[in-house]
C-alpha cells in the first residue's frame, strides 16, 4: 500500500534540514491534546534515531492520562520553564511546528516562536496553514498529526528503526484524534498503518485503558451532572449543548483533561447531529472555550468559523469566545438556529 506523503524534493530538504540542524525543537500547541503530544513524541524519537537531541515543547500543562506516554517526562512546558524556552527558541536553528496550522495556536509562546530565527517546518492536519515556514507539510485529510508522521518516518525508510518508543505515541495521537477510530477515520490507510505499528509489540488495548478509562470519581461524578443538568436537547433540530462553569468545576474537584471527551456523549441520542459544549476558562473572565463535534456531513468547521472564532475538522472543532457564559448560549443558540435546514 502506498502511503507517501512527500514528493521527492520535500523528502530531500527534510533530510537536509535535519542533517544540518544542531539545535532541535519540537513544538505542539495550548492545551497540547492526545495527537500534539503523540505526534511530537513519536516526531522527537526519530529524530533521535537519525542522531539528533530534540527538545519537546509545549505552552502549558497536558492532561493527566497523557502523562504514562514515554519520554513524556523529558517535555518542557512554557508556563512553568519560560525563561529556559525563551533561550532556546533564540538558540534553535530548526523548529518543527507539529498539530497546529497558525501561530496564535501556541498562545503565550506566539511571539517568542515567531521571533525565533530558527527555520521552520510545520507537519499538521488542520486545513488553511499560516505559519512562516521553509516547508509545510499539510495534509487536512489525514485523520490526525500522528498519522503524517508515521507516513514520513516510513517513506523515509526509518520504521524498521523505530521502537515501542515511536509506535506507542504515533498510536495514541491517531486513537484520541478520531475518538477511538469511530469518525474521520474510514480510509483503508489508517488501518494498514496500525497493523504496522502493531509489529513493535505495542498493547493497543492497553493504550485505549490508560486513556479512557483512567478518570477519577469526581471526574465520572462530572460527567454524570452534566448529561443530567446541564445538557439540553433540541430534539427538532437534532442538536444538544452544555455548559461547565468555573463553579461547577471546583464543585467536582476538576483537573486538565476531565472535560475530555464529555462533548462526544450526546452523540449516543439516537438522531443527533451536533454537539456543542461550553467550558469556562479556570482562570481567565469572560472565556468560553466551545467544543463541536458532528456526524455525517454537518461541518463543525463551518459553524466554528463562523460563530466560535475558530476552526478544526468537518466532525470535530473547537473555538472560543470572549464573554459571558450566558452570552456564549445565546451564540449556541443563534448558531442552530442559522443552520436549521441542514441540521433538521
Known amino acids: 500500500m502506498n502511503i507517501n506523503v512527500l514528493s521527492e524534493n520535500q523528502l530531500a530538504q527534510l533530510s537536509q534540514l535535519i542533517s544540518s540542524a544542531q539545535s532541535i525543537l519540537v513544538v505542539g500547541h495550548v492545551s497540547p491534546d492526545g495527537d500534539a503530544i503523540g505526534s511530537c513524541l513519536g516526531w522527537a524519537e526519530y529524530l533521535r534515531c537519525k542522531g539528533k537531541d530534540p527538545v519537546v515543547v509545549v505552552p502549558d500543562q497536558y492532561p493527566d492520562f497523557l502523562t504514562w506516554l514515554p519520554n513524556n517526562e523529558k517535555i518542557v512546558r512554557y508556563d512553568r520553564r519560560k525563561e529556559t524556552v525563551e533561550l532556546m527558541m533564540k538558540t534553535a536553528d530548526l523548529i518543527f511546528c507539529l498539530d497546529f496550522n497558525t501561530s496564535s495556536r501556541v498562545r503565550d509562546m506566539e511571539q517568542v516562536l515567531v521571533s525565533s530565527p530558527a527555520k521552520k517546518v510545520m507537519i499538521d492536519h488542520h486545513p488553511s496553514p499560516d505559519v512562516d515556514t521553509v516547508l509545510c507539510i499539510s495534509h487536512p485529510e489525514m485523520s490526525s498529526t500522528s498519522e ?25 495521537g491517531m486513537m484520541t484524534d478520531t475518538g477511538g477510530f469511530t469518525f474521520n477515520s474510514s480510509q483503508p490507510e489508517i488501518y494498514f498503518i496500525i497493523s504496522q505499528l502493531l509489529t513493535k509489540h505495542i498493547d493497543k488495548d492497553k493504550i485505549y485503558r490508560n486513556v479512557y478509562n483512567n478518570y477519577s470519581t469526581d471526574r465520572m461524578r462530572l460527567m454524570g451532572y452534566v448529561m443530567y443538568e446541564k445538557l439540553v436537547v433540541d430534539e427538532k433540530r437534532h442538536a444538544a449543548y452544555f455548559t461547565l462553569t468555573r463553579d461547577d468545576m471546583r464543585r467536582f474537584h476538576y483537573i486538565k483533561g476531565d472535560a475530555e471527551g464529555l462533548v462526544n456523549i450526546p452523540q449516543q441520542i439516537k438522531g443527533l447531529k451536533l454537539s456543542i459544549s461550553l467550558r469556562e476558562d479556570t482562570e481567565k473572565e469572560n472565556l468560553i472555550w466551545v467544543s463541536l463535534r458532528s456526524v455525517d456531513n454537518f461541518s463543525c468547521t463551518a459553524m466554528a468559523q463562523r460563530f466560535f472564532n475558530g476552526g478544526g475538522h468537518l466532525n470535530a472543532s473547537g473555538g472560543r469566545l470572549n464573554c459571558s457564559m450566558d452570552e456564549a448560549v445565546e451564540v449556541v443558540r443563534k448558531a442552530i438556529d442559522f443552520y436549521e435546514d441542514e441540521l433538521k
Do not use: D, N, S, T
Open 148 to 172: 503524517l508522521v508515521f507516513r514520513i518516518v516510513w517513506q523515509a525508510g526509518a520504521f524498521e528503526a523505530m521502537g515501542k518508543h515511536f509506535a506507542v505515541p504515533i498510536y495514541c
